[in-house]
C-alpha cells in the first residue's frame, strides 16, 4: 500500500474556522509576549488555547503565568487545546496575497505529515493564521544537542514521516512543491512523530509551493527569486531559481544527512573545510571506513553499519547533482522503510 498516497487528500471543501480578532486577542491575552513562542520576518507565532471541540478560545487570563516567560518545565494552566496562531506583519500585500493562497487551499490540505490549518481571521489590516500546535518544537532542537541525543530509531521515524509528507505533496491531484524543507520545519508532537511545518514563504506568480504561510497554487515551476537556505538548496535551485520537486528531493537529501551525523548543514563554528556538511561530507559517504568517521556518536551502537551504509546511499542518491538521476520521494520512503527492517 502506497501510504505517501492513501493516508492524505484534498478535500472538496475546506472546514477552517474563522476567528474574530476579539477572540484571538483573548486566547492569547492580547497577544502577550509571555504567549510568543516564535517570530520571523513576516511576523510573530503566538501560542493560544481553545476549546478542542467548538475551537473558540478559552480564557487566557485564567492563565497562571510568571512574569515575563514562561518557566521551563512548568505545567501550564491554559483551559483546553494549545494552538500556534500567526499574526502577520500589517501592510504587506505580498504577505496578503500569500495569506489568502494559504486560507483557499491549504485548510483543504489534510494527510497525517502536514500541520493541519484549523482557521484564519482578515479583520481589516489584521491577518492571522491558526494552526495546531506543535508541543515538542523542532527537530532541529534535538538533532544537534549533545545531549540526551534523540535515537537512531526515533531519527528514522521521523525521516519517514517527512518523506511520506513530501510524497504525498508531490503526487497529489494538485502537485506542490515545498519551497523550503530543512531541519528546523519539521515540527514533533507530544509522541516524538513528526509532522512537516507547511509554514515558508513565497510566492512567484505561476509556482505552486508550501510557503511560509501555506501552500501556493500556481502552474509553472520556474522562479526568478531564490527562496530557501542556501545549505539546503538544490544547485539548480540555488542557482538559476528553477524548481522541481526534485529540489525537493535534495533537500531532503541535506537533512537525511543531517540525521545521520548530527552536524549542521552550514555551520561557522566548525573548521573552514567542513563548514558546509554537504561539500564536506558527501565524498565520504561511500567510504565504509570514513563513513563511520562522521555518523553522530549519538547513535552509536543503534545505527547498525549495514543500515548507516544503506542510509549513506539514499542520501547520495538524493544530493545527485542532475535533478533527473534523484530519486521520486515516493521512491525514498520505500529506501527508507527498507533500513528500517534492518534489525542487525
Same mark, same amino acid.
Given at each position: 500500500?502506497?501510504?505517501?498516497?492513501?493516508?492524505?487528500?484534498?478535500?472538496?471543501?475546506?472546514?477552517?474556522?474563522?476567528?474574530?480578532?476579539?477572540?484571538?486577542?483573548?486566547?492569547?491575552?492580547?497577544?502577550?509576549?509571555?504567549?510568543?513562542?516564535?517570530?520571523?520576518?513576516?511576523?510573530?507565532?503566538?501560542?493560544?488555547?481553545?476549546?478542542?471541540?467548538?475551537?473558540?478560545?478559552?480564557?487566557? %487570563?485564567?492563565?497562571?503565568?510568571?512574569?515575563?516567560?514562561?518557566?521551563?518545565?512548568?505545567?501550564?494552566?491554559?483551559?483546553?487545546?494549545?494552538?500556534?496562531?500567526?499574526?502577520?506583519?500589517?501592510?504587506?500585500?505580498?504577505?496578503?496575497?500569500?495569506?489568502?493562497?494559504?486560507?483557499?487551499?491549504?485548510?483543504?490540505?489534510?494527510?497525517?505529515?502536514?500541520?493541519?490549518?484549523?482557521?484564519?481571521?482578515?479583520?481589516?489590516?489584521?491577518?492571522?493564521?491558526?494552526?495546531?500546535?506543535?508541543?515538542?518544537?523542532?527537530?532541529?532542537?534535538?538533532?544537534?544537542?549533545?545531549?540526551?541525543?534523540?535515537?537512531?530509531?526515533?531519527?528514522?521515524?521521523?525521516?519517514?514521516?517527512?518523506?511520506?509528507?513530501?510524497?504525498?505533496?508531490?503526487?497529489?491531484?494538485?502537485?506542490?512543491?515545498?519551497?523550503?524543507?530543512?531541519?528546523?520545519?519539521?515540527?514533533?508532537?507530544?509522541?516524538?512523530?513528526?509532522?512537516?511545518?507547511?509554514?515558508?514563504?513565497?510566492?512567484?506568480?505561476?509556482?505552486?509551493?508550501?510557503?511560509?504561510?501555506?501552500?501556493?497554487?500556481?502552474?509553472?515551476?520556474?522562479?526568478?527569486?531564490?527562496?530557501?537556505?542556501? %545549505?539546503?538548496?538544490?544547485?539548480?535551485?540555488?542557482?538559476?531559481?528553477?524548481?522541481?520537486?526534485?529540489?525537493?528531493?535534495?533537500?531532503?537529501?541535506?537533512?537525511?544527512?543531517?540525521?545521520?551525523?548530527?552536524?549542521?548543514?552550514?555551520?561557522?563554528?566548525?573548521?573552514?573545510?567542513?563548514?558546509?556538511?554537504?561539500?564536506?561530507?558527501?565524498?565520504?559517504?561511500?567510504?565504509?571506513?570514513?563513513?563511520?568517521?562522521?555518523?553522530?556518536?549519538?547513535?552509536?551502537?543503534?545505527?547498525?553499519?549495514?543500515?548507516?551504509?544503506?542510509?549513506?546511499?539514499?542520501?547520495?542518491?538524493?544530493?545527485?547533482?542532475?535533478?533527473?538521476?534523484?530519486?521520486?520521494?515516493?521512491?525514498?520512503?520505500? %529506501?527508507?522503510?527498507?533500513?528500517?527492517?534492518?534489525?542487525?
Amino acid at each position: 500500500m502506497d501510504k505517501s498516497r492513501t493516508d492524505g487528500k484534498i478535500l472538496e471543501i475546506s472546514d477552517l474556522r474563522v476567528f474574530s480578532f476579539a477572540e484571538l486577542k483573548a486566547a492569547t491575552r492580547n497577544f502577550s509576549l509571555d504567549t510568543m513562542v516564535g517570530e520571523g520576518e513576516y511576523g510573530r507565532v503566538f501560542k493560544g488555547w481553545v476549546y478542542e471541540k467548538t475551537l473558540a478560545p478559552s480564557k487566557a %487570563a485564567t492563565w497562571n503565568f510568571r512574569p515575563n516567560r514562561f518557566v521551563v518545565g512548568e505545567p501550564e494552566v491554559g483551559i483546553g487545546s494549545p494552538v500556534a496562531i500567526k499574526k502577520l506583519n500589517p501592510g504587506s500585500a505580498k504577505g496578503f496575497q500569500d495569506w489568502q493562497s494559504v486560507v483557499n487551499f491549504l485548510g483543504k490540505l489534510s494527510h497525517p505529515s502536514l500541520v493541519k490549518l484549523l482557521g484564519y481571521c482578515w479583520e481589516e489590516n489584521d491577518l492571522l493564521l491558526v494552526y495546531e500546535f506543535m508541543p515538542r518544537g523542532s527537530l532541529e532542537n534535538y538533532i544537534f544537542r549533545r545531549t540526551e541525543p534523540l535515537s537512531w530509531d526515533s531519527r528514522l521515524k521521523i525521516a519517514i514521516g517527512a518523506a511520506r509528507g513530501l510524497a504525498f505533496l508531490h503526487t497529489s491531484e494538485v502537485q506542490i512543491i515545498y519551497r523550503d524543507f530543512k531541519t528546523s520545519n519539521i515540527l514533533l508532537d507530544e509522541v516524538c512523530s513528526f509532522l512537516t511545518q507547511p509554514l515558508i514563504i513565497t510566492q512567484e506568480s505561476q509556482i505552486l509551493a508550501v510557503a511560509e504561510l501555506g501552500p501556493i497554487f500556481v502552474e509553472s515551476h520556474v522562479s526568478t527569486r531564490v527562496v530557501g537556505t542556501y %545549505a539546503y538548496a538544490a544547485p539548480e535551485y540555488f542557482g538559476t531559481g528553477h524548481v522541481t520537486t526534485k529540489s525537493n528531493v535534495y533537500c531532503f537529501g541535506v537533512v537525511l544527512l543531517e540525521i545521520l551525523t548530527g552536524f549542521r548543514a552550514l555551520d561557522r563554528c566548525r573548521p573552514i573545510e567542513q563548514q558546509n556538511l554537504v561539500e564536506w561530507a558527501k565524498p565520504l559517504l561511500s567510504h565504509e571506513t570514513k563513513l563511520k568517521t562522521i555518523i553522530d556518536p549519538g547513535i552509536e551502537g543503534q545505527c547498525s553499519l549495514k543500515a548507516a551504509l544503506q542510509t549513506a546511499q539514499i542520501i547520495l542518491k538524493c544530493l545527485k547533482l542532475d535533478p533527473k538521476s534523484r530519486p521520486s520521494m515516493k521512491e525514498v520512503v520505500e %529506501a527508507l522503510e527498507h533500513v528500517q527492517e534492518i534489525k542487525e
